[in-house]
């Protein structure tokens, strides 16, 4: 009488094999997409209407911007900018056209050009922010956003509604540099010198270059 032949447990094993590995994988992905950007800090001065961006500590690039007409403020109907430590919670737009129109952060289709006539919607980018801070704690729920502008003409004055108005080009260097997780610290008072690079970014129809700047010591 023959002996049945048994089936080889090989294939299963191999199988269970690379359904745990194909699993690690995607786990692995979805964490890396779920860490903060450590790297990268922005900080924004009111006074100075400028933002300058941070990687490993040395200033990368320096940016001009404009805060709120209404002032300083956190408050709910206030359309200040809020002050403090926040970071960024949300990215929205990756991959539209410069000047691309948004309404309720989602793109209309409508594509802009700079200083449109009439015209002030959020375009380009959205970096939503959420406040870290008791101060600016309703910065996420006000939707205070580091957003481009097709009135780029009032740049490097206070021109918005409470949030961080940008040039286009200009957020879209913002956009592709930073990641979610990334501190932004939002100042009264002008950037200290140690993280202020020049030449400084003066208002201008041309987009900055982010390395367009003299290197500066080391901060202390």
């Not at 500590?57 to 709910?76: I, R």
Request: hydrophobic share 40%.
């Amino acid at each position: 009488m023959k002996t049945p032949k048994q089936i080889p447990a090989a294939p299963f094993a191999c199988s269970l094999s690379r359904t745990s590995f194909l699993w690690s994988v995607f786990v692995a992905i979805l964490l890396a997409g779920c860490a903060d950007d450590l790297r990268h800090k922005v900080y924004i001065s009111a006074a100075d209407q400028a933002m300058v961006v941070i990687r490993d500590g040395k200033p990368l690039a320096k940016y001009p911007v404009s805060t709120s007409k209404f002032g300083l403020s956190d408050k709910p109907g206030s359309y200040g900018t809020p002050l403090g430590k926040l970071r960024v919670k949300t990215k929205i737009g990756e991959g539209a056209p410069s000047g691309a129109v948004f309404k309720g952060r989602v793109p209309t289709g409508e594509i802009l050009p700079p200083n449109a006539p009439g015209r002030d919607p959020i375009v380009t980018r959205i970096i939503w922010l959420e406040g870290l801070e008791g101060r600016n704690r309703n910065a996420y729920k006000r939707f205070i956003y580091i957003h481009g502008t097709p009135e780029e003409c009032n740049i490097g004055t206070p021109a918005s509604f409470g949030c961080i108005r940008m040039r286009s080009a200009d957020v879209i260097a913002l956009f592709d540099t930073i990641g979610t997780g990334a501190r932004v610290v939002i100042s009264q008072g002008a950037l200290p010198p140690e993280i202020d690079p020049e030449p400084v970014v003066t208002q201008s129809a041309e987009p900055a270059d982010p390395l367009a700047f003299a290197p500066v010591p080391e901060p202390r």
